[in-house]
């Protein structure tokens, strides 16, 4: 039990303040940076600040689940999933540090908390965690649509980025009811777009 939580403690620590690993080659790397003026650099390293608080948010969703996960199967599509959360904090916190934007001062709140709601979500039962991660992925790909449409339109880097984080999320949604997940019941989704919400506005400037 104790090396479980050092492992763990290590996982939140290294998630929060340590520059995240990829296998994975930066989306858009390869592409020229955008003239934005001042305005709209300041508004894409936001949209991006607000992305990366969405990756660490996830770190701590995947995390709880797996930790409370049954079945052996689940809590390695868990893991998989996890990996490529992590190459998203990567090349989330890469292009905040390009367009010269600075990382949220909450991340170890939004850490916290969602590392608490994966747990209550895995003790629920595997079907019932898979359903909410399929949830989770569909409202944060609906999200990342909503990024794509207000980016500056010069910057593919960040389009980019945002666009290879939609192609993953959309598949871990499906890789989820594959496995079985559980619909949740509407007033699940509505709370969980709700705190989405709170998330997204105090990230955007704080």
């Not at 930790?67 to 959360?85: C, N, Q, R």
């Not at 908390?113 to 409202?139: C, V």
């Amino acid at each position: 039990m104790i090396d479980q939580f050092i492992l763990e403690f290590d996982k939140a620590l290294r998630t929060v303040f340590a520059p995240a690993p990829t296998r994975r080659p930066m989306p858009g790397a390869e592409l020229p940076e955008a003239e934005l003026n001042d305005a709209e650099r300041r508004h894409a390293a936001a949209l991006m600040r607000i992305n990366h608080c969405g990756e660490v948010c996830a770190q701590a969703l995947y995390q709880g689940q797996a930790l409370t996960s049954h079945d052996p199967v689940v809590k390695k599509a868990m893991e998989e999933a996890a990996w490529e959360e992590t190459e998203h904090l990567n090349w989330t916190e890469r292009r905040i540090a390009e367009l010269g934007g600075r990382k949220s001062m909450l991340n170890p709140l939004w850490y916290v908390g969602s590392l608490a709601i994966g747990i209550a979500a895995g003790k629920l039962g595997d079907a019932w965690n898979l359903g909410f991660l399929a949830e989770t992925e569909r409202q944060v790909e609906a999200h990342l649509d909503s990024h794509l449409a207000t980016l500056p339109a010069g910057d593919r880097r960040s389009w980019a980025v945002l666009d290879q984080m939609k192609t993953d999320e959309v598949r871990h949604a499906e890789t989820a009811v594959r496995m079985g997940a559980h619909d949740l019941p509407l007033p699940v989704k509505s709370a969980m777009r709700l705190s989405s919400k709170v998330m997204t506005a105090l990230s955007y400037r704080v």
